[in-house]
């Protein structure tokens, strides 16, 4: 799969992130918006990097589990 498709996919997955690849061949994604104390407390960053476009997948994916844990614990 080319580089602009999976570039192109991974953002239509997490439209909340600006995902791109690096000059030097590493995948970022950065959150649109900041993340307030709660957030950062629960371990979600700001800006994620992987290897490969699976590894950002695995890394967003994380990124959205902790999100979704926010505030499920009594």
Avoid: C, K
């Avoid at 580089?3 to 192109?8: Q, V």
């Avoid at 995902?19 to 957030?39: C, F, K």
């Amino acid at each position: 799969m080319s580089f602009d498709r999976h570039l192109a996919e991974i953002a239509r997955e997490h439209p909340a992130w600006t995902i791109w690849r690096s000059d030097a061949g590493r995948w970022w994604a950065t959150r649109h918006h900041p993340l307030n104390s709660v957030e950062r407390e629960a371990g979600l960053a700001m800006t994620i990097d992987a290897d490969t476009p699976d590894g950002l997948r695995i890394e967003l994916t994380d990124q959205r589990q902790r999100a979704d844990g926010i505030g499920s614990e009594p």
